[in-house]
RNA sequence: CGGGAGAUGGCAGAGCGGUUGAAUGCACUGGUCUUGAAAACCAGCGAGGGUCAUACCUCCGGGAGUUCGAAUCUCCCUCUCCCGGCCA
């Protein structure tokens, strides 16, 4: 959520910064006049319970001592009603204000490039060359190894559902492990959380409310599937006031990540890259403001040594300020090299969003005496299936076999 | 899913319908003492808003109600714990 105090008092720059994330001025006027409307009410109906407070006070001792009452009781009661309508008139502007806030996205950072889509994002650096091959490189789908059993993965749910068999199952579980444990020596320490959460805590990282439509709801409860664990694992802390020395946390975590793709109809219909539930390690931090770009980085450098570990060619991708997510305030992409389709395709995600998520979410630590919100970072270590056919594109032999990388030998 | 108990500050745990935002203990922070540490003693110590700072306002799981006044009374919801059933 956006601190309603900057979009107060620095009321242009919020909105030139808002408009990299085509954010309309109209709506942030009127949150603007909404949060002013409320301080003045707000101050009125103060003045007016302190009075009754005192009053009320008052009243304790009169009937103590003795005294009459009667006229202290009428006037109590005749400014009881006035003090109940302004009451609700400030609550109905604060639950104005929230769910108008609460749909508003984080302010791009100042190193985010300007730009509408993902064409304009910012190259970074590229890593490791694509390999070449003397025969023609297929896509995955077309490596008939028995590894991905596409049909009877609908067969069981529906379209965007594929079953693993075989060593495509054991290479799966083999790199879930390698990267657990891969970042485990980074110093991410690894968690393991429920795939299912509840409103507050889709609230908490902004998944909620205004993405409602790409969750999978549980029928008859206000619980829903995650769509990546970063949603539980950042929720961990929500409504804690963290010790400074504890700070930053750096945890790793393994989870089914379950999304509707409502917006992405027939786009990668097939094979494994976008599926209804996909296999992800994930990193989360939690940090002090001062060390949210640190660890950004650390996250960054650890999922592309990760990828250069396993011998997969990759770029870094800054996203522009069209592309960027809703929490996010910054993010940098992993793009691996699929050779099948000749391209590199997004295989991990890392975002810093500053205090947005703490503010959602209440997470804050005691700087001193003072209580500040934390920063909150997320990023794919890497999406397991992703990692899985990018594998099968590079390592595959002309008869279709797939060479194993060297570091998932041992997990295999 | 059936029966019982409960939800108060970081934790534990008091709280008569009226100066209770809340006793007490632990933890924590600062100080005295000590060569240093421990112990002991003294002091401070919930959150959010508001203010230059005070004042002041709100919050005792959430919501509604009774009352001049609710942490304390009533109702609803949620959650937790114990007993039984089912079960990895």
Redesign the pocket.
């Given at each position: 959520m956006l601190d309603?105090?900057l979009l107060?008092n620095d009321f242009e720059t919020i909105c030139e910064k808002l408009r990299k994330k085509k954010v309309k001025e109209e709506v942030l006027d009127t949150l603007r006049s909404i949060s002013l409307e409320l301080?003045k009410e707000?101050?009125v109906?103060?003045?007016l319970?302190?009075?009754?407070?005192?009053?009320?006070?008052?009243?304790?001792?009169y009937?103590?001592e003795g005294k009459d009452?009667n006229a202290?009781?009428?006037e109590?009661?005749e400014?009881?009603t006035k003090v109940?309508e302004l009451n609700?008139l400030v609550?109905d502007l604060e639950e104005k204000l929230s769910s108008i806030a609460s749909e508003i996205p984080n302010i791009p950072d100042e190193s985010v490039p300007e730009g509408e889509d993902e064409n304009e994002n910012v190259e970074l650096g590229l890593i490791l060359t694509p390999p070449t091959f003397d025969f023609e490189a297929k896509e995955h789908w077309d490596l008939d190894n028995g590894w991905l059993d596409f049909e009877r993965g609908v067969k069981l749910a529906k379209s965007r559902f594929t079953a693993l068999r075989g060593d495509g199952a054991k290479l799966s579980r083999a790199l879930i492990n390698y990267m657990l444990d891969f970042n485990a020596k980074r110093g991410f320490s690894e968690v393991c959380v429920p795939y299912i959460a509840?409103r507050e805590t889709l609230t908490g990282t902004g998944q909620l409310p205004k993405f409602e439509d790409d969750l999978f709801k549980i029928d008859g409860?206000d619980l829903f599937l995650i769509p990546t664990a970063e949603v539980p694992v950042t929720n961990l802390f929500r409504d804690?006031?963290l010790?400074e020395n504890e700070l930053p946390i750096k945890m790793t975590c393994y989870s089914e990540c379950f999304r509707k793709e409502a917006g992405s109809a027939g786009r990668d219909t097939r094979g494994m890259i976008r599926q209804h539930q996909f296999s992800k390690v994930e990193l989360v931090s939690i940090t002090k403001p001062e060390q949210s770009e640190d660890v950004f980085n650390q996250m960054v450098d650890c999922a592309s040594d990760l990828l250069t570990s396993l011998g997969l060619a990759h770029r870094k991708v800054m996203l522009c300020g069209g592309d960027l997510g809703f929490s996010a305030a910054k993010t940098i992409d992993l793009e691996v090299w699929f050779p099948g389709q000749n391209r590199y395709r997004e295989i991990s995600s890392i975002s810093n969003t500053m205090d947005f998520q703490a503010r959602r979410a209440?997470i804050?630590y005691?700087d001193g005496?003072?209580?500040?919100l934390v920063h909150t970072l997320n990023g794919s270590s890497l999406a397991v299936g992703r990692a899985l056919i990018a594998i099968m594109e590079n390592y595959q032999n002309e008869d279709g076999t797939i060479r194993i990388p060297e570091v998932l030998k041992a997990y295999m």
């Open positions: 309603i105090k107060q301080k707000k101050k109906l103060e003045e319970q302190a009075e009754q407070n005192a009053k009320s006070k008052l009243f304790g001792v009937a103590k009452i202290l009781k009428a109590l009661s400014n009881k109940a609700s609550k509840n409860e804690e006031i010790n209440k804050r005691k005496k003072k209580n500040k």
